[in-house]
Structure formats: C-alpha cells, structure tokens
C-alpha cells in the first residue's frame, strides 16, 4: 500500500486480557519497527524486524511482549495479560533499510482498564 | 545506555520569529533523522544527516549534525502556524534511538 497501516486504531482491553496489533508495512521495505510511545514521551524502541528475521528485542519490557513477522511483510505485536502501564499507542514504521527513514503507521492507542 | 536530549522540552514563539532545537546524544551516531509530530499524529520523516558537520536546509528548515557526530540541531526560520507540533531528532548507533522531543507552539 502506500502507507504504513495499523490496526484496530484504538483499543480497549481489561486488564489480564491478551491483545494482538497488526502492522502492514510498506510493500518492498525490509526493515519493520515497533516503538511505543507514552503521552507526553518520545517513542521508545521495542523491536526491529529485517524481513522476518527478528534482530533485535532489547526495548520489549516484558517477557509479556512478542512480536512477530513470519513471511517478512505483516506484522504482529502481542501482548499478553495487559497491566496499566502497558496503556501507551503502538507505532509501527517501515524503512527501505535499517539506517534510511522510517515512515511510520498512525497507531494503535492502546487503553488498559 | 544511549541517551538522547534535546532542549528546550517546549518552545512557544510569535508567528515570525525563528526557533532552534538542540539535540545531544551521549555516544557517537552514524547519523542523525529528525522526525515531526503533529498532535494527535505520528511522527514523520524530515531529513537524515549523515557526515560529520553536515548543514541540510530543506526551505525554512537548516538542520546540522556536529563535528563530533554526538549532537545536532534544527533551526526554523520565520516560524509559520503550520510548524506547530514536537520535534524529534533520533540517532542511530545500533538501533534508532529518540530524544525528549521539542514542543514547538505558535501564536499567530
């Protein structure tokens, strides 16, 4: 597509409940990034992607936290049993290579209750 | 870990006049992005620098990355209404780190 797409956009979920957020990347970009952004904050590294190869996972906080990219376009974040703190909007960006710039997805804000 | 600082945290100007964001980094960067946000909006690619002392302008936009490569800034000239959101600078070592951001506000 043209863009990065993110879905749902929002999402609500009770605290213990297991959530999925979806990235579909720009077709042809290598490299998939997910980063978490607070209110107020600068967006925080999670993990980064080259095709489906998962290179680094330094920034998921919790063993919570797993993503995945199995045929090296669509991506998936999941988190499992959502606590407060995980309430943050998702972003999800795509590069034509590790160091080029991202283009980043509109989100998904995320509101555990 | 790397860090990444930028000052101020939010600038409010009249429309006209000019703003600066400086950006610090606590390691050397292979380059440097800059990236903007409007609110309610994701952020979006402006430029890279990649050379040490690089200076890019992109119309009212001149960002530099320092000699050193560990700091770079964004200057704005003749801020418009349209320039209001948060400005972000990310460096790269092994993965791109953001900084703090900049909240740039403009009066008309």
């Known amino acids: 597509g043209a863009g990065v797409s993110q879905s749902p956009r929002y999402k609500v979920a009770k605290r213990g409940q297991d959530v999925a957020l979806r990235c579909d990347p720009i077709?042809?970009?290598?490299?998939l990034f997910w980063y978490q952004q607070a209110l107020g904050q600068g967006p925080e590294f999670l993990t980064y992607?080259?095709?489906?190869?998962?290179?680094?996972k330094s920034g998921l906080p919790s063993d919570r936290f797993f993503a995945e990219r199995p045929e090296g376009s669509v991506s998936t974040l999941k988190i499992q049993r959502t606590q407060q703190e995980d309430s943050a909007v998702y972003l999800c960006?795509?590069?034509?290579?590790?160091?080029?710039?991202?283009?980043f997805g509109s989100g998904t804000r995320l509101t555990v209750v | 870990g790397q860090q990444v600082m930028q000052i101020p945290q939010y600038q409010h100007v009249q429309e006209g006049e000019d703003f600066t964001t400086y950006c610090n980094s606590s390691?050397?960067?292979?380059?440097i992005q800059w990236y903007k946000q409007r609110p309610g909006g994701h952020p979006v690619f402006l430029i890279q620098?990649?050379?040490?002392?690089e200076v890019k302008k992109q119309k009212r936009l001149t960002f530099q990355f320092g000699e050193a490569k560990k700091n770079s800034s964004l200057h704005i000239t003749a801020t418009q209404t349209t320039d209001v959101g948060t400005y972000f600078c990310?460096?790269?070592?092994?993965?791109?780190?953001f900084g703090t951001g900049t909240l740039l506000a403009v009066q008309p």
């Open positions: 960006a795509s590069s034509v290579g590790h160091w080029r710039g991202y283009t």
């Open positions: 077709s042809g970009h290598v490299s």
């Open positions: 992607f080259q095709n489906e190869a998962q290179l680094d």
């Open positions: 390691t050397t960067l292979s380059n």
């Open positions: 620098l990649v050379k040490s002392g």
């Open positions: 990310s460096g790269a070592t092994n993965k791109l780190i």
